[in-house]
T-cell receptor
């Protein structure tokens, strides 16, 4: 079955870059996503990458995908206190209801 | 535009009681999902639906039932609640087209004592 792993916690200083990592086991995934969850709220889509891409940049966000190592990362440049949240990576597969398999989530804490 | 709305926001049940969690979306989405979120385990899919009148099992369906009688609503039922069902439940919907993202509700926090 699918298995998506993330480290549980990351702490950075305001203004630094944050890098959140994710590993997955199923190489047949079609899209890989990053979602953000703020306290007491649902998940919001941050960005995504198609499985045949290596990199995607979206303003302060950079997604890197290494298919050989099944490794996905999210880099947040100039991290702000408003970036403090839980970040989930997720993978989807063709067919079967567009279901997503989520990672365990990484709690990002941004300190002044 | 309300998006995905879940009711109730909080609920406390005693073991053996039953309840229904309601999810409504106003985006005319075909696909709807119920996930549960537990510490250190991410989100796990309970059941999902790819259209009105259809339902399918996800990763952790035992102890839950669902119904999709109307396209905009997806109901999650617990017939006999157990403490292991203490969790935060999230409903989501998507159009189901290509890379359409999931839109999430704000969650229902359920405690079973």
């Amino acid at each position: 079955g699918e298995d998506v792993e993330q480290s549980l916690f990351l702490s950075v200083r305001e203004g630094d870059s944050s890098v959140i990592n994710c590993t997955y086991t199923d190489s047949s995934s079609t899209y890989l996503y990053w979602y953000k969850q703020e306290p007491g709220a649902g998940l919001q889509l941050l960005t995504y990458i198609f499985s045949n891409m290596d990199m995607k940049q979206d303003q302060r966000l950079t997604v890197l995908l290494n298919k050989k190592d099944k490794h996905l990362s999210l880099r947040i440049a100039d991290t702000q206190t408003g970036d403090s949240a839980i970040y989930f990576c997720a993978e989807s597969f063709t067919g079967g209801g567009n279901k997503l398999t989520f990672g365990t989530g990484t709690q990002l804490k941004v300190e002044l | 535009n309300a998006g995905v709305t879940q009711t109730p926001k909080f609920r406390v049940l005693k073991t053996g009681q039953s309840m229904t969690l309601l999810c409504a979306q106003d985006m005319n989405h075909e696909y709807m999902y119920w996930y549960r979120q537990d510490p250190g385990m991410g989100l796990r899919l309970i059941h999902y639906s790819v259209g009105e009148g259809t339902t399918a099992k996800g990763e952790v369906p035992d102890g839950y039932n669902v119904s999709r009688l109307k396209k905009q609503n997806f109901l999650l039922g617990l017939e006999s609640a157990a403490p292991s069902q203490t969790s935060v439940y999230f409903c989501a919907s998507s159009s189901g087209q290509g890379n359409s993202p999931l839109h999430f509700g704000n969650g229902t926090r359920l405690t079973v004592t």
